[in-house]
């Protein structure tokens, strides 16, 4: 296995694990500014306020991406152990 594979390898794996997470981060990041916002603008600083619709908002986009990452993820596998051979050299 030459370094070069190697470097190939964990490239792919990192750029699989930002492709993935990228989703949920800017569902985060809009609806966190959004709360924040809103909270600005009412005065209101309940901490419940701004946790209810984050986490509501991350498990609408988690059930929605769903199907979409777990696809990403069986190419990411099945192409890794696919060439497990050539890495075994």
Known sequence: MTP???IEMIRQA???????G???LVVGFI???A???LQIL???QDSAFSAVPR???FLVAFALTLPWML???LTYTTDLFGNLGRYGR
Request: charged content about 5%; cysteine-free; proline content about 4%.
């Open 31 to 33: 609806i966190g500014i």
């Open 14 to 20: 990192l750029m699989t694990a930002l492709l993935l």
């Open 71 to 73: 696809q990403k993820m």
């Open 22 to 24: 990228a989703p949920l």
């Open 35 to 37: 709360v924040s916002l």
């Open 55 to 57: 986490l509501l908002a």
């Open 42 to 44: 009412t005065s209101i």
């Open 4 to 6: 070069e594979s190697v």
